[in-house]
């Protein structure tokens, strides 16, 4: 089986980072066209302080490749156009609801296929897509019933990246409401009808296929079951919008009496594979009732902010058992660093405290917790029979020049973004190598002409 080493100038190995590593990575086996094979790091050599000869140099540091635990892909057209004027997250809604009426899986395609190259751009190695655009405009299903699907899982796969295609049951406005307009494309009607949809979505290289329950408004309480047994079946992922806005968390204690994350518990939809997103407005009882299934929390708080959701009790969760995962979810921004340290810099402005998150535990955040989020159990370490995922960030940008390297991971998280990754390694293969994507020539022209064929 070929054999590449690696051999990184820094490397955090998920405690401390160390100079002078050589990775050895196989990457022979079941490479299959542009796909991914199943190239993983055979062994992991420190005290390396020169490259062996013939091994690839990164120069920099080496961290394993970030996780997008939460993307909508298509709410990348909106960045720009949605920040003028005010408003609240509903009135955004309104806005998103309209690029959304547009996409047709040809559209959608040319325009996930570019933001996840802006994606593998940032250091991003695995996507989870929470998919609920399924249908044709009306609710016609297309002559493929997955064609948005399989079109995100074709984008992925041509910029390079992983996907966790989070198929999303989306069937209610709001507490057994009937659909609204705009939401006739995301409903398959029942939960059961959504489950014989996916069943036909198949798990395959480079690609997972896991659920999600768009959120207690548009799942009726007694449909949860239904896709919770779906992801148990299958031992899938399962996500969930949970408690981004108060209104929700309102009109969920008037129709059934309690909190959406009690409702979540009393359907059977937390547990170890669940992930609530946002988080944001939690009783103390909810975060008990988290913590201690060990449900995980997705935070995107770069959306938050944009949104003006609110802050979510992240710290709390945390100690409670709910495992951190990062998403840039709209898309406001892609840069899972900027995401990682707001987590910090957020705790700061509230607490007037610092000192609530370290660079490890964020760094820990944005790999190898985001990955066991996304059903990559063997993703987002950098350790013999790991998946080959692995991002370089450089330390000599006008950004990250001057710390010594033992604090590269606190310059990593606290100062550096996305337009310092140099090297993205998706199963040992390069696919961003010094700052280019090596498929997707011109991600900015690529990002520019899918978004204009939305305007029409
Ligand atoms: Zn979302």
Same mark, same amino acid.
Not at 329 to 337: F, G, P, Y
């Given at each position: 089986?070929?054999?590449?080493?690696? +051999?990184?100038?820094?490397?955090?190995?998920?405690?401390?980072?160390?100079?002078?590593?050589?990775?050895?990575?196989?990457?022979?086996?079941?490479?299959?066209?542009?796909?991914? $094979?199943?190239?993983?790091?055979?062994?992991?050599?420190?005290?390396?302080?020169?490259?062996?000869?013939?091994?690839?140099?990164?120069?920099?540091?080496?961290?394993?490749?970030?996780?997008?635990?939460?993307?909508?892909?298509?709410?990348?057209?909106?960045?720009?156009?949605?920040?003028?004027?005010?408003?609240?997250? +509903?009135?955004?809604?309104?806005?998103?609801?309209?690029?959304?009426?547009?996409?047709?899986?040809?559209?959608?395609?040319?325009?996930?296929?570019? /933001?996840?190259?802006?994606?593998?751009?940032?250091?991003?190695?695995?996507?989870?897509?929470?998919?609920?655009?399924?249908?044709?405009? $009306?609710?016609?299903?297309?002559?493929?019933?997955? @064609?948005?699907?399989?079109?995100?899982?074709?984008?992925? @796969?041509?910029?390079?990246?992983?996907?966790?295609?989070?198929?999303?049951?989306?069937?209610?406005?709001?507490?057994?409401?009937?659909?609204?307009?705009?939401?006739?494309?995301?409903?398959?009607?029942?939960?059961?009808?959504?489950?014989?949809?996916?069943?036909?979505?198949?798990?395959?290289?480079?690609?997972?296929?896991?659920?999600?329950?768009?959120?207690?408004?548009?799942?009726?309480?007694?449909?949860?079951?239904?896709? @919770?047994? +779906?992801?148990?079946?299958?031992?899938?992922?399962?996500?969930?919008?949970?408690?981004?806005?108060?209104?929700?968390?309102?009109?969920?204690?008037?129709?059934?009496?309690?909190?959406?994350?009690?409702?979540?518990?009393?359907?059977?939809?937390?547990?170890?594979?669940?992930?609530?997103?946002?988080?944001?407005?939690?009783?103390?009882?909810?975060?008990?009732?988290?913590?201690?299934?060990?449900?995980?929390?997705?935070?995107?708080?770069?959306?938050?902010?944009?949104?003006?959701?609110?802050?979510?009790?992240? /710290?709390?969760?945390?100690?409670?058992?709910?495992?951190?995962?990062?998403?840039?979810?709209?898309?406001?921004?892609?840069?899972?660093?900027?995401?990682?340290?707001?987590?910090?810099?957020?705790?700061?402005?509230?607490?007037?405290?610092?000192?609530? +998150?370290?660079?490890?535990?964020?760094?820990?955040?944005?790999?190898?917790?985001?990955?066991?989020?996304?059903?990559?159990?063997?993703?987002?370490?950098?350790?013999?029979?790991?998946?080959?995922?692995?991002?370089?960030?450089?330390?000599?940008?006008?950004?990250?020049?001057?710390?010594?390297?033992?604090?590269?991971?606190?310059?990593?998280?606290?100062?550096?973004?996305?337009?310092?990754?140099?090297?993205?390694?998706?199963?040992?293969?390069?696919?961003?190598?010094?700052?280019?994507?090596?498929?997707?020539?011109?991600?900015?022209?690529?990002?520019?002409?899918?978004?204009?064929?939305?305007?029409?």
């Amino acid at each position: 089986m070929p054999l590449t080493t690696y +051999w990184l100038e820094h490397a955090w190995l998920g405690a401390n980072v160390e100079p002078g590593v050589a990775l050895d990575v196989s990457t022979g086996g079941s490479t299959a066209g542009p796909g991914f $094979g199943d190239g993983r790091v055979s062994a992991v050599r420190t005290g390396v302080d020169t490259p062996p000869p013939g091994a690839v140099v990164l120069r920099g540091l080496t961290v394993p490749g970030l996780a997008n635990a939460h993307s909508h892909a298509f709410h990348r057209a909106l960045r720009g156009t949605v920040q003028v004027g005010s408003g609240t997250f +509903w009135t955004w809604r309104e806005v998103m609801y309209t690029v959304a009426q547009r996409l047709t899986p040809d559209t959608y395609f040319a325009l996930a296929r570019a /933001v996840y190259a802006e994606m593998a751009l940032a250091g991003i190695t695995s996507v989870g897509e929470f998919h609920y655009l399924h249908h044709a405009p $009306g609710g016609t299903p297309y002559a493929d019933p997955n @064609a948005m699907g399989e079109a995100l899982i074709a984008a992925a @796969a041509d910029a390079g990246i992983r996907i966790t295609l989070l198929d999303t049951a989306y069937l209610s406005s709001g507490f057994g409401a009937a659909p609204e307009h705009h939401q006739l494309r995301f409903t398959d009607g029942t939960a059961d009808a959504w489950a014989e949809r996916v069943e036909r979505l198949k798990d395959r290289d480079g690609v997972r296929i896991g659920a999600a329950i768009h959120s207690v408004r548009a799942v009726p309480a007694d449909q949860l079951a239904t896709v @919770a047994r +779906w992801a148990r079946d299958r031992e899938a992922p399962l996500h969930v919008h949970l408690s981004e806005q108060t209104a929700e968390n309102d009109a969920c204690l008037a129709a059934h009496g309690m909190t959406p994350t009690q409702l979540l518990a009393e359907h059977g939809v937390l547990g170890a594979r669940t992930t609530g997103v946002h988080n944001t407005h939690l009783t103390d009882g909810d975060i008990a009732l988290l913590g201690s299934s060990t449900t995980g929390t997705c935070m995107c708080p770069t959306t938050e902010r944009d949104l003006a959701d609110g802050i979510g009790p992240a /710290v709390a969760l945390q100690r409670a058992g709910s495992p951190l995962s990062l998403g840039s979810d709209s898309h406001a921004v892609i840069d899972l660093l900027e995401e990682a340290r707001a987590m910090e810099l957020n705790e700061r402005l509230r607490t007037r405290t610092r000192g609530h +998150w370290t660079a490890a535990a964020l760094l820990r955040a944005a790999t190898a917790d985001g990955h066991a989020a996304l059903g990559w159990a063997d993703a987002g370490t950098l350790e013999a029979g790991a998946l080959a995922d692995f991002t370089t960030i450089a330390l000599d940008s006008v950004r990250t020049a001057g710390p010594v390297p033992r604090l590269a991971a606190e310059t990593a998280v606290f100062a550096a973004s996305a337009a310092d990754v140099r090297h993205t390694v998706v199963a040992g293969r390069h696919v961003v190598r010094d700052g280019a994507h090596s498929s997707v020539p011109d991600v900015a022209r690529a990002l520019a002409d899918s978004i204009a064929a939305l305007r029409g």
